[in-house]
T-cell receptor, first 113, second 112 residues
Framework: GAGVSQSPSNKVTEKGKDVELRCDPI?????LYWYRQSLGQGLEFLIY????????KSGLPSDRFSAERTGGSVSTLTIQRTQQEDSAVYLC???????????FGQGTRLTVV | KQEVTQIPAALSVPEGENLVLNCSFT??????LQWFRQDPGKGLTSLLL???SQREQTSGRLNASLDKSSGRSTLYIAASQPGDSATYLC???????????WGLGTSLAVNP
């Protein structure tokens, strides 16, 4: 695709429900990143994929968070039993092999009520 | 642990002014430093990327410098325009991994 695509753009969910956030990276980009931006806080690294494997998942805040990537392309970030503190904008980025320049999607705004 | 600080947190200037945004980081063992722009409701746009071996990068009216030994970078915006109004974010990529560590940003308003 022309850019990184994220869906949905907005998601309102009830506390305790599970949510799935989707990221479609730029075609051919092998690296994929998930970040979170909470109100009043800086962007926070969550997880990094190289191909389908995740060499760095150190930023996932709890075991309620998981992510996978299939076919070296689409990635899904799943949050189980959502809590109000999970409310944030979740940003996905991708980059090509050997290049540190990352291209960001427009994010998914998650609101847990 | 790498920490990134941006000063000032907010800046309001009249159109046409030259301005400087500051970024500092605590661990000089970085792979690169990147400046991004964030507009409300939109994603992040990469402005400039400076590799650890470089001292500066330029793109149009933007110039970013890097002093790795002192842990500092500046983003210089020449002849500011109302369209430059946005939040500017500084991020560093570590030497051993690919994740970006971010500052909180500088919110810039350029007034006509």
């Amino acid at each position: 695709g022309a850019g990184v695509s994220q869906s949905p753009s907005n998601k309102v969910t009830e506390k305790g429900k599970d949510v799935e956030l989707r990221c479609d990276p730029i075609s051919g980009h092998t690296a994929l990143y998930w970040y979170r931006q909470s109100l009043g806080q800086g962007l926070e690294f969550l997880i990094y994929f190289q191909g389908n494997s995740a060499p760095d998942k150190s930023g996932l805040p709890s075991d309620r968070f998981s992510a996978e990537r299939t076919g070296g392309s689409v990635s899904t970030l799943t949050i189980q039993r959502t809590q109000q503190e999970d409310s944030a904008v979740y940003l996905c980025a991708s980059s090509s092999w050997g290049s540190p320049k990352a291209f960001f999607g427009q994010g998914t705004r998650l609101t847990v009520v | 642990k790498q920490e990134v600080t941006q000063i000032p947190a907010a800046l309001s200037v009249p159109e046409g002014e030259n301005l400087v945004l500051n970024c500092s980081f605590t661990d000089s063992a970085i792979y690169n430093l990147q400046w991004f722009r964030q507009d409300p409701g939109k994603g992040l746009t990469s402005l400039l990327l400076i590799q650890s071996s470089q001292r500066e990068q330029t793109s149009g009216r933007l110039n970013a410098s890097l002093d790795k030994s002192s842990g500092r970078s500046t983003l210089y915006i020449a002849a500011s325009q109302p369209g430059d109004s946005a939040t500017y974010l500084c991020a560093v990529m570590g030497g051993n991994n690919r994740k970006l560590i971010w500052g909180l940003g500088t919110s810039l308003a350029v007034n006509p």
